[in-house]
């Protein structure tokens, strides 16, 4: 039976490849620096509102979320936006169907859509089924992954440009990026009639400046789509809840129909949803010094093993980390199936996310690795640990 050439070309996510072999594993423990799956407690407020959510029918509800739930949304987003209303928000099933959504709204097939590297490994998957494709412009190390300067993004664009993707703070990079920047790009997207797709799921998870939102730009404000939600600010990965919200009245309408056709988001998931998104402001301060210092733990154990280069994250949680190894393909595997830590009779290694998933071009990332500042201090301190003890014996 032939399948379509999109299901062919989806790429194998990174973050998912190396599951299948660990599942085979016994009598090790891996600390799984892998994924950006947070450790943290979701907020007892969510989980009351869990238990307290209240219905005789669990019914469908409206393509773009209830009236409540876009509201808390809208309300929320008033931070960086003072003129949204709930109009320009849809609720989704998570970041990723607002990402979905806007690439699909936004793109016919042959279409492009702009994205600084290393980015997001799942911007490659959502553009195949819209039936575009990723144009990667290279960010590097050495610049801070500075974006873009507006005479490059003039070169390379085409007349099949429908879109420029990133996320601030970045997956994986760590970069934040400051309002200056971020108005220069909006502003770059609407003079040329392309979309800014702006992913600020991490926008609450800085250490030294906060990110600029794109929603705060008003001269641009048709071409500026930004995508939300609830998995990582807080901790809510299983929640499944997130939203895209614009001020492009025509996209909305163009949305709101993606939207009918999959019926509507999780009614008892927009329940708890507005119970988070209710939350004080001190909350979004106590969740940012949790991660600041599993971050600076992760930098500061990284510094200790030579030969590995990387930048410190100034937001979100992860590192793209440059090691001393031909392929970390090779090198993930070999800790997932022959590296072993022993420590008090138990036997110990780690998972990675092998980089090369994090660019259009694997050639780019293969000495690269990800790493997620996903799990408590001592465990990330542990980790690295064994990362430091694997690289010695891997390179004999
Ligand atoms: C940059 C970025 N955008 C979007 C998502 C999707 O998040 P979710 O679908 O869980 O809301 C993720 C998840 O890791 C992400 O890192």
Not at 252 to 279: D, F, N, S
Request: proline share 7%.
């Amino acid at each position: 039976m032939k399948l379509s050439t999109r299901a062919q070309t989806l790429q194998e996510s990174a973050i998912r490849k190396l599951d299948g072999i660990i599942q085979t594993m016994s009598g090790v423990d891996f600390y799984r620096l892998n994924i950006g799956q947070p450790d943290i407690p979701t907020p007892p407020s969510m989980m009351n509102a869990i238990a307290g959510f209240e219905t005789s029918v669990l019914s469908y509800g409206p393509a773009s979320g209830t009236p409540q739930c876009r509201t808390a949304f809208a309300n929320y987003h008033r931070l960086w936006q003072p003129a949204l209303t709930p109009a320009d928000v849809a609720v989704t099933t998570g970041g990723s169907e607002a990402l979905l959504f806007a690439f699909t709204a936004i793109c016919d097939p042959g279409d492009e859509i702009l994205a600084p590297t290393p980015f997001y490994t799942n911007y490659n998957g959502f553009a195949t089924v819209a039936g575009a494709s990723i144009k990667p412009i290279p960010t590097s190390i050495e610049t801070n992954f500075a974006l873009p300067s507006d005479e490059e993004l003039d070169t390379i664009k085409s007349d099949r440009t429908r879109a420029f993707v990133f996320s601030n703070p970045s997956n994986p990079t760590g970069a934040v990026y400051a309002k200056s920047e971020v108005e220069r790009i909006a502003r770059w997207c609407h003079r040329n009639g392309i979309f800014l797709i702006s992913d600020e799921v991490y926008r609450r998870i800085w250490f030294e400046n906060p990110p600029a939102s794109a929603l705060e730009v008003d001269d641009a404000a048709e071409a500026v789509v930004v995508i939300d939600s609830l998995s990582k600010t807080w901790s809510a990965c299983g929640l499944r809840l997130g939203a895209l919200i614009s001020r492009n009245v025509e996209l909305m309408e163009k949305v709101e129909r993606l939207g009918q056709a999959r019926l509507g988001p999780q009614p008892l998931a927009q329940h708890v949803g507005i119970a988070a998104l209710e939350m004080p402001e001190a909350y979004y301060e106590t969740i940012r010094l949790m991660w600041k210092n599993r971050v600076d733990i992760l930098a500061e154990a990284l510094a200790d093993i030579e030969g590995v280069k990387f930048n410190k994250p100034t937001g979100a949680f992860y590192s793209m980390v440059k090691l001393p190894v031909e392929s970390t393909e090779e090198f993930a595997k070999f800790l997932i199936t022959d590296f072993r830590s022993e420590r008090d009779g138990a036997f110990e290694s780690l998972v990675v996310a092998p980089g090369s998933g994090f660019y259009v071009d694997p050639n780019r990332g293969k000495q690269q690795i990800r790493l997620a500042a996903v799990l408590e201090p001592t465990k990330i301190q542990r980790a690295i640990e064994i990362l430091g003890e694997a690289l010695i014996s891997y390179n004999g």
